[in-house]
């Protein structure tokens, strides 16, 4: 069998943690496509052996247990295409099994088999999410049919799949990007964004590679887009779409005016489609009320979370507030440190004489986030808490230095399904469970979002130019423009002109950065990792979401 890693390790432990086993390539040499892969836990397993073969001799491999407890250890070091599940077993039963199988994340599907008919067990495992379920006894046929059922249904699910994806994409492709305006822009990345979700776990890797290589080609359009009209967004606010600047105004401060409890929760640098990846889990918590608006440029943490607090584009920032104005800090927490200042001063600004004493808290790690989880209920008689959360932008970067994040994160769908598993068992999830039984809003955003870095870009300037890989400032930079927007006159993106010569590079599309001196070496490092401060659809098109608990 091939494995992923040289040898056995401590690292399918740290997949299983995740939630994401790493996968099982082998081959059956009799059919061209992969063996599905069962795994079957009953106590009575050595009664169902001739069942076993039986499925082994239509083809299925199949992997018996005899316990709950083998079971997850099972689906802990391997990826598994189907459960049997049987729901009388001493120790973990079932059901107990199902539950446990569910809280990690596990897709797998799982078929119950069970003695029993009563309606109330029916009604739990349905629950539970079973995919189907057999009533013993059962004879062999009957074991595979029901496999063939499961697999059967997802072929024809992928063939729909595939079918509605190139009706899409016929669609998108008729579509003149050049006349789009800032609405059909949002629409397209909606539709685009949800694709990506859909096709995570999808095995068929051209239609995967035809949708990814659409979504690429659109940032050469975006960009287009982006830099035509951003100069008359940040100089016309009657005539351009909802920006950094306008969070605060347009999704907190009509709730706080009416009197309600606001939660704003920033997750730092989400992308629309790990957004779409979380939003089933906030549903079954929360009405769900969705917008979008566009991230100001630079796309990095001084310059468009600033723009949230302060209600201010850089430039007027560093005009109003000279002592909070940080964009030369190397130090992640010192970037914003003035955030809640910021916030309340804007808050001050669009409610005067009805100023909202803020709350506000910044998560960089899990015991950061522990400590505000145990806090939650205390918060209950503020109007407003603000609560920033680092963890995605940390993990992006982190890519970068650390080969256990490469394997884990590889590629976006790799990386949504680390944003999901994180979040299921993030004590963020559990503030947001908490809030689900409060009378209280919730608006949920991000900052800017993060593009896969794939290409690298040669940049010219002195030593004192910035270090950031998707954006940089200096004096005098140059690059070429098909990969960057060089922006010669700051004050026309209203970004700060400390002097002459002064001038800014945002990377376009999926470039990166990279000094002619020791080009090589630092255009293998970053490749491939996730990076944010210039300009595309992954970036700037962020979802604002306002979340109305269901059961207050």
């Not at 099982?24 to 079957?40: A, G, Q, S, T, V």
């Not at 120790?91 to 199988?101: A, D, F, K, R, Y």
């Not at 003035?338 to 804007?346: D, K, S």
Request: glycine share 6%.
């Amino acid at each position: 069998m091939m494995r992923l890693f040289p040898a056995p390790d401590a690292r399918p432990a740290v997949y299983a943690a995740w939630g994401a086993p790493p996968l099982r390539p082998e081959m059956d040499d009799r059919m061209e496509e992969p063996r599905k892969h069962i795994l079957w836990a009953d106590d009575e397993i050595d009664l169902l052996r001739p069942h076993v073969k039986f499925l082994e001799q239509k083809g299925f491999a199949v992997t018996a247990v005899p316990s709950g407890e083998d079971a997850l250890a099972e689906l802990a070091r391997a990826r598994y295409d189907l459960v049997l599940l049987d729901e009388m077993m001493p120790g973990l039963g079932g059901l107990e099994t199902l539950g446990q199988i569910k809280e990690r994340n596990l897709d797998v599907p799982v078929v119950l088999i069970t003695k029993s008919e009563e309606e109330s067990l029916m009604n739990e495992a349905l629950g539970r999410h079973i995919t189907d379920y057999l009533i013993k006894p059962v004879n062999a046929s009957q074991v595979f049919l029901a496999c063939k059922r499961v697999f059967d249904a997802q072929k024809l699910q992928d063939t729909q799949r595939a079918r509605d994806y190139v009706g899409e994409m016929q669609r998108w492709q008729g579509l003149d990007l050049r006349r789009l305006d800032w609405p059909g822009w949002v629409d397209l990345a909606q539709e685009v964004a949800r694709w990506d979700v859909r096709f995570d776990g999808v095995a068929d890797a051209g239609l995967r590679q035809a949708h990814a290589d659409f979504r690429r080609s659109l940032n050469i359009d975006f960009g287009r887009y982006v830099e035509e009209h951003y100069p008359h967004w940040v100089r016309d606010a009657a005539d351009r779409p909802p920006l950094s600047t306008d969070v605060v105004a347009r999704a907190l401060v009509p709730h706080l005016q009416a009197g309600r409890r606001v939660f704003f929760v920033i997750i730092d640098c989400m992308r629309l489609d790990q957004w779409f990846s979380l939003e089933p889990l906030l549903e079954e918590l929360f009405t769900v009320q969705r917008d979008y608006y566009c991230s100001i440029l630079p796309t990095a943490t001084p310059y468009s979370r600033n723009a949230i607090f302060s209600g201010l584009l850089p430039a007027q920032l560093k005009q109003q507030h000279p002592d909070l104005w940080q964009e030369g800090t190397d130090d992640e927490r010192t970037k914003n440190r003035f955030e809640r200042q910021l916030l309340e001063a804007q808050l001050t600004r669009l409610m005067p004489g009805q100023e909202k004493p803020v709350k506000y808290i910044k998560i960089y790690d899990q015991n950061e986030a522990l400590a505000t989880r145990r806090q939650i209920n205390s918060f209950a008689g503020l109007p407003l808490v603000s609560m920033v959360f680092n963890f995605l932008d940390i993990l992006a970067h982190g890519r970068s230095e650390s080969d256990i994040l490469q394997e884990l994160a590889p590629d976006e769908a790799a990386f949504r399904a680390v944003t999901k598993a994180w979040f299921v068992h993030s004590p963020l999830y559990d503030i947001f469970r908490a809030l689900s039984t409060q009378n209280v809003t919730v608006v949920l955003t991000t900052d800017h979002g993060a593009v896969l870095g794939r290409r690298a870009a040669l940049v010219y300037g002195n030593r004192d130019t910035s270090t950031n890989l998707r954006y940089k400032f200096g004096v005098n930079l140059n690059c070429d423009p098909k990969q960057a927007v060089i922006i010669r006159r700051p004050m026309e993106y209203m970004l700060p002109d400390d002097g002459v010569n002064k001038n800014y590079v945002l990377a376009r599309e999926d470039f990166y950065f990279v000094y002619p001196t020791r080009f090589h070496e630092f255009e293998r490092q970053y490749r491939g990792s996730f990076q944010h401060g210039g300009i595309s659809v992954e970036e700037m098109i962020l979802p604002l979401v306002t979340l109305t608990p269901r059961t207050p």
